[in-house]
């Protein structure tokens, strides 16, 4: 059974940061891409960032990049987000996302629970 | 940034009814359109893509259809446990997006 779960949130204030992390079990992790989401309460589902499975592609949103660094340990079966310079629109439920690409076409298959993150003085 | 534009917001639905949701991205993503179902306290759950894949586990009740730029996901014969919130999603390029979502009420 694919599993990924997410640890790290938590409440930081304005300006902090927060790392994020990713436990990954039941495939193996090394050949996935994987991706961050997150989801403002009572809001819908942005897109943060994709990392290969070799971390040599990353990309971010625009709303993120600068401040977010994606990485991965393989030999940890882990990504992580690195979040600085938090803001109060950076309150959300952070998923950790696997890409799958069967063929040509690829999809976002597994998701985790999340974990939450409040930025707040 | 391809924008990606759900309709309704919000639909209330008998059960048995058939329900239609429309993705519209603001240009064209062949057919790298999925859809998504997420229910209260739930991570999202892939559940569509266009007619020519189905994924395992998925009732049936639940289709996708479209290629381009316009988009449908079609419910048959609702059922109670269908009530969520509906996104669609483009995976043809980066940065990926998000349709808004569509929040489906039982009545």
């Known amino acids: 059974e694919v599993l990924l779960v997410e640890s790290g949130g938590g409440l930081v204030q304005p300006g902090g940061s927060l790392r994020l992390s990713c436990a990954a079990s039941?495939?193996?992790?090394?050949?996935?891409?994987m991706n961050w989401v997150r989801q403002a309460p009572g809001k819908g589902l942005e897109w943060l960032s994709y990392?290969?499975?070799?971390?040599?592609?990353?990309y971010y949103a625009d709303s993120v990049k600068g401040r977010f660094t994606i990485s991965r340990d393989n030999a940890k079966n882990s990504v992580f987000l690195q979040m600085d310079s938090l803001r109060a629109e950076d309150t959300a439920l952070y998923y950790c996302?696997?890409?799958?690409?069967?063929?040509?076409?690829?999809?976002?298959?597994?998701w985790g629970q999340g974990t939450p993150v409040t930025v707040s003085s | 940034e391809i924008v990606l534009t759900q309709s309704p917001d919000f639909q209330s639905v008998t059960p048995k009814e058939n329900v239609t949701i429309t993705c519209r991205a603001s240009?064209?993503?062949?057919?790298?359109l999925y859809w998504y179902q997420q229910k209260p306290q739930q991570s999202p759950k892939l559940l569509s893509k266009?007619?020519?894949h189905s994924f395992s586990g998925v009732p049936s009740r639940f289709s996708g259809s479209g290629f381009g730029t316009d988009f449908t996901l079609t419910i048959n014969s609702l059922e109670a446990e269908d009530a969520a919130t509906y996104y669609c999603?483009?995976?043809?390029?980066?940065?990926?997006?998000f349709g808004q979502g569509t929040k489906v009420e039982i009545k």
């Open positions: 996302v696997r890409r799958f690409c069967p063929s040509t076409d690829c999809w976002l298959d597994h």
């Open positions: 039941g495939f193996t992790f090394s050949s996935y891409e």
């Open positions: 990392i290969s499975t070799s971390s040599k592609t990353i």
């Open positions: 240009q064209s993503i062949g057919g790298s």
């Open positions: 266009n007619a020519s």
């Open positions: 999603h483009q995976s043809s390029s980066f940065p990926y997006t």
